[in-house]
């Protein structure tokens, strides 16, 4: 099992940027994908962003599409979510997940991680 640990969550004026990390140990994934997700009151949990370990490709939600970036490095089994140009309504808890193959639902989740954006 993958144990996942996030950081680098808190308060923010719109406009600002935040960092997030997420830090994998555990079992090897190297054929599978990490992401980022966010839940925030009254609406179902949000696929943000995620990432193939092995090469790196991306996708992402319509809605952070030029704010936000993830990235991975795969030395320091370490997931991170660099988002720009934050807006009010990016105010969430956000999880990273790992899914140990390329496709299908994702296996282990995070404790989650507040941002908050504030007008």
Do not use: H
């Not at 179902?44 to 030029?66: L, N, P, Q």
């Not at 936000?68 to 997940?97: H, W």
């Amino acid at each position: 099992q993958v144990q996942l640990v996030e950081s680098g969550g808190g308060l923010v004026q719109a406009g600002g940027s935040l960092r997030l990390s997420c830090v994998a140990s555990g079992r090897t994934f190297s054929n599978g994908r990490m992401g980022w997700f966010r839940l925030s009151p009254g609406k179902d949990r949000e696929f943000v962003a995620a990432i193939t370990w092995r090469y790196g490709t991306t996708t992402y939600t319509d809605s952070v599409k030029g704010r936000f970036t993830i990235s991975r490095d795969i030395a320091k089994n370490t997931l991170f979510l660099q988002m720009n140009s934050l807006e009010p309504g990016d105010t969430a808890v956000y999880y990273c997940a790992v899914g140990y193959s390329p496709y299908g639902a994702y296996d282990k989740w995070g404790q989650g991680t507040q941002v908050t954006v504030s007008s």
